[in-house]
């Protein structure tokens, strides 16, 4: 092994194991200010589809659309009741970014060239099975459980005193199964979603070193991971 080669592995080494880290940070940074930005429209598409289940058991509708239901939350709640519910995704966002960016690193370590990096197919691939992963341990359980969260606040006499109470007593009423529900549509969107994420970030990430004169090892800043992601 000659002195370069032995740079070039070493280099890949340190990047593998600070790059799940400053992952798991900007990812953490980027999901959280999605789920600020988004939620209020998730939260009305929520409510719509509780009301249009009611509907079909003969119960009368609340809303007539979006702007009826966004209306009527906030005359109820104040403009902060469009976001009841909004803690079950916050808790879930950094264990979500941790398995995504985590199970990336680690397929990454198995899929890369001599030199550390990933060609167009592995960088899908591992985003593939990050998307996968995400979608099984954490993702399919905290969006039945918003689902249901929401569900119970929309409630007259909501039963769930917080976000933790609300995990144990459906825990304890369904079993771990019930957190469980539309699995493999799940697996399908957030393997695909994250495919295409991972792609794209990881080919912005190589020019942008292009572009500052970097190394293919050298760490691109967290905020600009973020963006990129």
Same mark, same amino acid.
């Given at each position: 092994?000659? %002195?370069?080669?032995?740079?070039? +592995?070493?280099?890949?080494?340190?990047?593998? /194991?600070?790059?799940?880290?400053?992952?798991?940070?900007?990812?953490?940074?980027?999901? /959280?200010?999605?789920?600020?930005?988004?939620?209020?429209?998730? &939260?009305?598409?929520?409510?719509?589809?509780?009301?249009?289940?009611?509907?079909?058991?003969?119960?009368?509708?609340?809303?007539?659309?979006?702007?009826?239901?966004?209306?009527?939350?906030?005359?109820?709640?104040?403009? $902060?009741?469009?976001?009841?519910?909004?803690?079950?995704?916050?808790?879930?966002?950094?264990?979500?970014?941790?398995?995504?960016?985590?199970?990336? !690193? !680690?397929?990454? %370590?198995?899929?890369?060239?001599? @030199?550390?990096?990933?060609?167009?197919?592995?960088?899908?691939?591992?985003?593939? =099975?990050? =998307?996968?992963?995400? /979608? #099984?341990?954490?993702?399919?359980?905290?969006?039945? #459980?918003?689902?249901?969260? +929401?569900?119970?606040?929309?409630?007259?006499?909501?039963?769930?005193? =917080?976000?933790? @109470?609300?995990?144990?007593?459906?825990?304890?009423? !369904?079993?771990?199964?019930?957190?469980?529900?539309?699995?493999?549509?799940?697996?399908?969107?957030?393997?695909?979603?994250?495919?295409?994420?991972? &792609?794209?970030?990881?080919?912005?990430?190589?020019?942008?070193?292009?572009?500052?004169?970097?190394?293919?090892?050298?760490?691109?800043?967290?905020?600009?991971? =973020?963006? $990129?992601?």
């Amino acid at each position: 092994m000659t %002195k370069t080669q032995y740079h070039d +592995i070493s280099a890949a080494a340190s990047a593998n /194991a600070t790059g799940g880290l400053r992952g798991v940070i900007a990812g953490g940074i980027t999901g /959280a200010i999605e789920i600020c930005i988004t939620f209020p429209t998730e &939260f009305v598409k929520t409510q719509l589809q509780l009301d249009e289940g009611s509907s079909r058991r003969g119960e009368s509708r609340k809303y007539n659309g979006v702007i009826d239901c966004v209306k009527k939350t906030v005359n109820a709640r104040g403009f $902060f009741g469009l976001y009841r519910g909004l803690s079950v995704l916050l808790y879930g966002s950094i264990p979500k970014s941790a398995v995504r960016f985590g199970a990336f !690193e !680690e397929l990454k %370590k198995f899929t890369a060239d001599e @030199h550390g990096q990933l060609n167009a197919t592995t960088r899908l691939l591992c985003g593939l =099975g990050a =998307g996968l992963a995400e /979608a #099984v341990l954490v993702v399919t359980p905290m969006e039945t #459980v918003k689902v249901k969260f +929401i569900h119970d606040q929309h409630a007259v006499k909501p039963k769930f005193h =917080g976000f933790f @109470h609300g995990v144990r007593e459906i825990i304890r009423s !369904e079993g771990i199964r019930g957190t469980y529900q539309g699995l493999t549509a799940t697996m399908l969107k957030q393997g695909t979603n994250q495919a295409i994420r991972f &792609f794209v970030m990881e080919t912005l990430k190589e020019q942008y070193r292009k572009h500052k004169k970097l190394g293919p090892h050298d760490p691109v800043p967290v905020i600009i991971t =973020g963006l $990129f992601g």
